[in-house]
Nanobody
Framework: QVLLVASGGGLVQPGGFLILSCAAS????????MAWYRQAPVKQREWVAA???????NYVDSVKGRFTISRDNAKNTAYLQMNSLKPEDTAVYYC????????????????WGQGTQVTVSS
């Protein structure tokens, strides 16, 4: 059993910064790629950033240069540092991870966190 918990959301003014965390726990054998997605009201879920187990990163164009995804493998945790926040960044942010459980190490499953609200407003 694997659980992802997203945290760190809140209210911030335009131009501000925020750091989100995604902690994985449970019977984990290994964690592959981790990613952040977001969903604004009446909009579809959007991929934001991803990081592979080796540390390679990719971002959606709208956040390049402003957001940084990172991970601490010893803590089974991924982070999303968000700088120069804009009102259009307002959304519920969800973390995702590809995880192999100890009991089924040759099988990779997709796990999602519960989401954390980020509101950028003055």
């Amino acid at each position: 059993q694997v659980l992802l918990v997203a945290s760190g959301g809140g209210l911030v003014q335009p131009g501000g910064f925020l750091i989100l965390s995604c902690a994985a726990s449970g019977s984990i054998f290994s964690i592959g790629a981790m990613a952040w997605y977001r969903q604004a009201p009446v909009k579809q879920r959007e991929w934001v950033a991803a990081i592979t187990s080796g540390g390679s990163t990719n971002y959606v164009d709208s956040v390049k240069g402003r957001f940084t995804i990172s991970r601490d493998n010893a803590k089974n945790t991924a982070y999303l540092q968000m700088n120069s926040l804009k009102p259009e960044d307002t959304a519920v942010y969800y973390c995702h991870a590809r995880v192999s459980e100890k009991a089924t190490r040759n099988t990779v499953g997709d796990y999602w966190g519960q989401g954390t609200q980020v509101t950028v407003s003055s």
